[in-house]
């Protein structure tokens, strides 16, 4: 299956903060400086979107339900984890230098593939065929 990243606004806003008393949340900080709320219900938000559940997981990363808030538009939103140097190098103190040129060759590749395959599915337009609407790039993550 094409990855179907349906993305949408991450940014929180204000909005967002204002509509449920702060015992309902549990606000979240990323590491990449972004924040998600948590609801009892165990729903995550991203910008105006309530994630309800997981629709699935791929070889890239995960799938989820999302509804926006205040249109009630329903899609899926795929959020892929981007490659860290520090977390793709093997274990261990003698790392050779062309090890970790080889392993930045690699994690550079997959990175240019990933947009690359965004790219082309934002292109595609079939009855059939799942489309993208947006692509955005964080630092740990591609939502
Ligand atoms: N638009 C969508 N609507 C509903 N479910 C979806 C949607 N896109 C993906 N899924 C679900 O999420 C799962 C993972 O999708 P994803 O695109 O990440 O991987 P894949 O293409 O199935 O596998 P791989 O990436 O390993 O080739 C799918 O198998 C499917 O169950």
Redesign the pocket.
């Known amino acids: ?4 990243a ?1 993305s949408t606004s991450p940014q929180t806003s204000s909005s967002d903060r204002d509509r449920q008393p702060m015992s309902d949340q549990k606000h979240r900080q990323h590491r990449d400086g972004s924040t998600s709320k948590q609801s009892r219900s165990t729903n995550k938000v991203l910008g105006d979107y309530t994630l309800t559940k997981t ?9 989820e ?1 999302a509804t926006h808030d205040v249109a009630g538009e329903r ?2 939103i ?1 959020i892929l984890s981007r490659v860290h140097p520090s977390t793709s190098l093997p274990n261990g103190s003698n790392v050779s230098p062309e090890a970790i040129a080889k392993q930045a060759s690699k994690d550079a590749s997959k990175e240019i593939r990933t947009i690359r395959v965004a790219a082309l599915s934002m292109l595609l337009r079939h009855p059939y065929i ?1 489309g993208m609407r947006e692509m955005i790039i964080r630092q740990h993550h591609v939502i």
């Not at 299956?1 to 179907?4: G, T």
């Not at 629709?55 to 799938?63: F, I, N």
Request: a positive charge; hydrophobic letters at 45%; glycine letters at 16%.
């Open positions: 299956m094409l990855p179907q349906y629709l699935g997981a791929g070889s890239m990363g995960k799938v339900f899609l899926a795929k799942c």
